[in-house]
C-alpha cells in the first residue's frame, strides 16, 4: 500500500509553494520568512538546498507504523522504484496532522528541517533524506533497527537481561554522543532535547542523535536563549527550570549539562539511580539547583568521572564545552575495561574525522593525538643526559586537562616527584601511571616510561617494576628483556616484599623452561597476598600432576575473585569420576559465567552442546553461552557460535552474522574457522578468491582439512588459477595427517594420469 501521490512541485514554475501561510523556499528565489531567513542584503543560498531535499511521497510504499513521537504519527517506509540494494533500504517518514502555521506541531516540523539542512551531515546524525509538504508536512530519515537508548533503559532497570549492554557499547555512547553534539554546536546549532529516546542505534550499533524538534540553527558562541526547550525534565539543566519574568535565560550549555546527565545512566546502567535521587525529594527543582547529583561509580575511570562532574555543574560558565571533552575522550583510549580496542579506535576516528570543529576551538587539537596507545616518538632534541632533564624539556605540563577532575592532583603529583624530597621517587611513579593512563593528564607512555625510570634509578622497587614492564611490553621504550630482567630480579629480592615484582620475575622464569624457580618465586609471592602468584602456583601444580595442590590454589585464587582461577578449578574437578564434584564444578561454571567471563560461558556451551557430565543436550542453551562467551571475544566461542547461526542450529541461521564470529576466530588462527569462513564464501557469497585466501592460511598452519580443501581449488581453477602440480601437493600434505579424502583424491588423479598414459600410446 503506497502513500497517496502529490504532483511534483518542483516542475513548472519556480515560484515559492504556499500552504495555507507557510512557505518553503524553491529554487532561485529568496525566503522571505523568519524561518528560513537570510541576513540583509545577501541571497539566500540555503534555498536552493531545500528544493534539493524536496521527495514526493508516492515514491515510498508502507512497511508498518511505529509508535508516535514528538512530531506525530511514524511510518517506516521503503523504496518503491531503483536498484534492489536501494529498494531494501528502509526510511522513517513523520508526518504532522497540523496544516497551520502557527501551531507547535508546524513550529517543530521547520525547526528541525532547518537544522537537517542547516547542518553538514555526520555519521553520528540520524541520516536525512528529505521532505515534503502535501497531503502533509514529513521528514525522511534512515531507519535504524536497533531502536533507542531508551529502550536499552527501560530494559535495564527492569532487570532484564540486555547482552548488547557491554562496555564496548558504552565507550560507543559517549564519545559517539559527545563528538556528534561538538559537531552540532560547531556549526551553530543547539539541540535542547538530548536524551536516552533521541540516540538511535543501527545495526552495528553505533549511536545517532535525532529529533531535532526543539533544535535552533544559527546560534552565537556565548549567545543567550529564551525560547521553549524538551519536555524531559530529568536531562534538563538547572537554568532550564528557572523562571526570569516567565521566561528562561540559558545558553548552548544546556546541551553539555544534558549529556553529563545521560552519561551518567550510560556509566551506571540505566535510570534508577537517577530517579531515585528525585523520588525522595518534594520537589525536583531545589535538588537540581542545590547541585545535588547522584553518586558516582567508585571504579569509574577519573576522567570519565571528572568530564561527568564538570558538566552537570549548576553554574554553566563551569561547563566545559564539547570541543575540550572530545579532546579528553581522544587522549583517553581505554575509557572502560576489556573493550575491543581496535573497534573502538576505529569508531572513534570515524566520529571526530567527519566533524566540524569551530574556528575557536581548533587549537584544541593540533596537538597530535596518540594512535593506538602509542605515543609519537620522541623528538631528536632531547639530548640530555639523565632522565630528569629530558622530562623537564618534554614540557610535561602540556598535558594537564585543564577542564577536568583529577588535573589538580596530576599537578600536586608532578611538583612532588621534581622537588626532590623523600617522597619523589613514589610521587614519580604515581605521575608515570597518570601518564600512562591519561589520568588528569593527557596520555603519554614514552614520559610515563621517563618519571618510572627516575624512579627506578633511586631503587624504588615500585618503580623498576613498573620500569621493568615498559621494557617487557615495550611501552614508551623499545623492548628490552634482558634490562626488564636486570631490574626485575633486582625488585624481586624477597627481602623488599614486592609481591607484584616476585610474580612477575617467576612468570618470566616460567617462561624460560625454568619452572622450579618460577614455582619458587610463586610460592613467596603468594605468601604476601599476590592472588594472580596463588593461581600461577596452581598452574604448575597442575602441571606436575599434583592436582590436590592445583585444586587448593584455584579454590584459595577464585575465593578472591579471580574468575579464571575459578573455571580452571571447576574444569579440574570436572575431570574426576565423582558426583559431587562434577556438581560443585557446574555451580561454579555458572557463578562464573553470570559475571560475564568467556571461558566459564564457552565451558558450559559446550557442556549442553554435547550433553555431557550428565546435562541434556540443548542447543538453544548451548547458543546463549556461546553468545556470551563470544561477546567477550572468546575465539571457541566465536567459533561456536558463528557455526550455530551458519547452520540455524539452536538459533535463527543468520549467514552474514555466523561470518562476522568466524572471522574473529579465523584472524587468531582459529584453522577449522577459516575453513568454515571459505565453505560460506564460496557456497552462499560466491567470493571464491576470498575463500582461497583462508583455505591458504589455515593450510599453511598445518590444517589437513583445509589443504585438501586448497587442492580442490587448484584441481578446479576456484578463485586461483588452475594447478594439477600444486593441488596434488597439497593432497599430499592432507593426506600425511590420515585424511582419507585427500588419499582417495591423489588414487584418482593417479589413476587418470595412467588413463592419459594409455591414451597416449595408442597413437
Known amino acids: 500500500m503506497s502513500m497517496k501521490p502529490i504532483s511534483d512541485p518542483t516542475s513548472g514554475s519556480t515560484r515559492p509553494q504556499k500552504m495555507k501561510g507557510m512557505m518553503i523556499p524553491a529554487g532561485g528565489a529568496q525566503a522571505n520568512t523568519k524561518n528560513f531567513s537570510s541576513k540583509a542584503g545577501q541571497p539566500d543560498d540555503s534555498a536552493q538546498k531545500y528544493q534539493e531535499f524536496f521527495l514526493n511521497p508516492d515514491s515510498f510504499k508502507f512497511v508498518k507504523v511505529l509508535p508516535n513521537s514528538t512530531l506525530g504519527t511514524v511510518r517506516v517506509v521503503s523504496k518503491i522504484d531503483g536498484s534492489k540494494k536501494e529498494k531494501n533500504i528502509l526510511y522513517v517518514i513523520r508526518e504532522i496532522e497540523s496544516a497551520e502555521n502557527n501551531t507547535e506541531e508546524s513550529k517543530q516540523f521547520l525547526r528541525e528541517l532547518e537544522l537537517y539542512i542547516k547542518v553538514k551531515s555526520h555519521p553520528g546524525l540520524s541520516k536525512f533524506y528529505g521532505y515534503y509538504i502535501m497531503p502533509k508536512r514529513a521528514i525522511v530519515t534512515e531507519y535504524y533497527e536497533n531502536g533507542s537508548l531508551r529502550d536499552l533503559f527501560e530494559k535495564l532497570d527492569r532487570n532484564e537481561r540486555v547482552p548488547e549492554w557491554t562496555n564496548d557499547l558504552k565507550a560507543k555512547i559517549i564519545f559517539g554522543v559527545a563528538c556528534t553534539m561538538m559537531h552540532i554546536h560547531s556549526n551553530k546549532a543547539i ?25 535552533k540553527t544559527g546560534v552565537k558562541p556565548n549567545e543567550e536563549l529564551i525560547s521553549r526547550v524538551g519536555p524531559s525534565y530529568f536531562y534538563h539543566a538547572p537554568e532550564v527550570l528557572i523562571t526570569d519574568d516567565g521566561k528562561n535565560h540559558y545558553n548552548k550549555k544546556v546541551d553539555i549539562y544534558s549529556f553529563a546527565i545521560l552519561a551518567y545512566c550510560v556509566v551506571t546502567n540505566g535510570e534508577r539511580m537517577l530517579k531515585s535521587l528525585v523520588s525522595k525529594e518534594v520537589d525536583f527543582v531545589p535538588v537540581i539547583l542545590s547541585n545535588k547529583r547522584p553518586p558516582l561509580p567508585d571504579d569509574l575511570n577519573p576522567l570519565i568521572k571528572g568530564i561527568i562532574t564538570k558538566s552537570w555543574d549548576s553554574d554553566p560558565s563551569k561547563r566545559p564545552i564539547f570541543s575540550q571533552i572530545v579532546k579528553a575522550l581522544i587522549n583517553l583510549d581505554t575509557p572502560f575495561p576489556d573493550i575491543d580496542l581496535t573497534s573502538y579506535i576505529s569508531f572513534r576516528d570515524k566520529y571526530f574525522n567527519d566533524a566540524t570543529i569551530a574556528p575557536e576551538d581548533k587549537a584544541l587539537f593540533q596537538r597530535k593525538k596518540v594512535e593506538n596507545g602509542k605515543s609519537p616518538k620522541p623528538p631528536n632534541k632531547l639530548k640530555a643526559k639523565s632522565s630528569q632533564q629530558r622530562i623537564v624539556q618534554s614540557n610535561i605540563e ?15 603529583a608532578l611538583e612532588t616527584a621534581q622537588r626532590g624530597s623523600d617522597l619523589s621517587p613514589a610521587a614519580c611513579v604515581r605521575v608515570g601511571q597518570m601518564l600512562y593512563k591519561g589520568n588528569g593528564c593527557r596520555q603519554d607512555q614514552y614520559s610515563a616510561y621517563l618519571f618510572f625510570k627516575k624512579a627506578a634509578e633511586s631503587g624504588f622497587v615500585i618503580g623498576l617494576y613498573n620500569c621493568a614492564m615498559c621494557k617487557i611490553r615495550g611501552i614508551g621504550t623499545p623492548v628490552d628483556k634482558k634490562g626488564a630482567m636486570e631490574m626485575l630480579k633486582l625488585a624481586a629480592d624477597p627481602e623488599k616484599r614486592a609481591p607484584m615484582a616476585i610474580n612477575a620475575y617467576g612468570e618470566i622464569l616460567e617462561q624460560d623452561g625454568q619452572i622450579d624457580q618460577a614455582m619458587y618465586y610463586y610460592k613467596i609471592s603468594q605468601k604476601l597476598g599476590s592472588n594472580q602468584a596463588i593461581y600461577n602456583y596452581g598452574r604448575m601444580a597442575e602441571k606436575k600432576g599434583n592436582i590436590e595442590k592445583a585444586l587448593h590454589s584455584y579454590q584459595r585464587a577464585a575465593s578472591n575473585g579471580d574468575e579464571l582461577a575459578a573455571n580452571d578449578y571447576a574444569v579440574l574437578l570436572l575431570s574426576s569420576e565423582s558426583k559431587d564434584n562434577i556438581s560443585k564444578a557446574l555451580t561454579m561454571l555458572k557463578q562464573t559465567a553470570s559475571r560475564e567471563f568467556g571461558s566459564a560461558n564457552y565451558n558450559l556451551g559446550k557442556i549442553y552442546w554435547d550433553g555431557s557430565y550428565g546435562q541434556r543436550r540443548d542447543h538453544e542453551i548451548a547458543v546463549e553461552y556461546f553468545k556470551e562467551a563470544a561477546r567477550k571475544h572468546h575465539v571457541n566461542g566465536c567459533f561456536y557460535y558463528a557455526f550455530a547461526l551458519s547452520h540455524g542450529d539452536g ?7 555466523a561470518l562476522k564470529y568466524f572471522k574473529e576466530a579465523a584472524d587468531n588462527n582459529h584453522t577449522i574457522a577459516m575453513v568454515q569462513m571459505a565453505r560460506i564464501l564460496q557456497n552462499d557469497k560466491r567470493e571464491f578468491e576470498e575463500a582461497a585466501k583462508y583455505l591458504k592460511k589455515a593450510s599453511d598452519l598445518g590444517d589437513a582439512t583445509a589443504q585438501m580443501r586448497y587442492a580442490e581449488c587448484f584441481e578446479k581453477g576456484t578463485g586461483v588459477k588452475k594447478n594439477l602440480d600444486i593441488a596434488i601437493r597439497y593432497y599430499e600434505m592432507s593426506a600425511k595427517q590420515g ?25
Open 739 to 763: 585424511k582419507k579424502e585427500a588419499e582417495n583424491k591423489l588414487k584418482e588423479l593417479k589413476n587418470n594420469d595412467d588413463d592419459d598414459d594409455d591414451d597416449d600410446s595408442d597413437f
Open 398 to 412: 602540556d598535558m594537564i586537562c585543564e577542564d577536568f577532575e583529577g588535573d589538580e592532583e596530576f599537578r600536586d
Open 191 to 215: 539541540h535542547r532535547d538530548l536524551r536516552p529516546s533521541n540516540i538511535l542505534f543501527d545495526k552495528n550499533w553505533e549511536p545517532h542523535i535525532t529529533d531535532f524538534v526543539y533544535s
Open 651 to 657: 538459533i535463527k541461521k543468520d549467514i552474514d552474522e
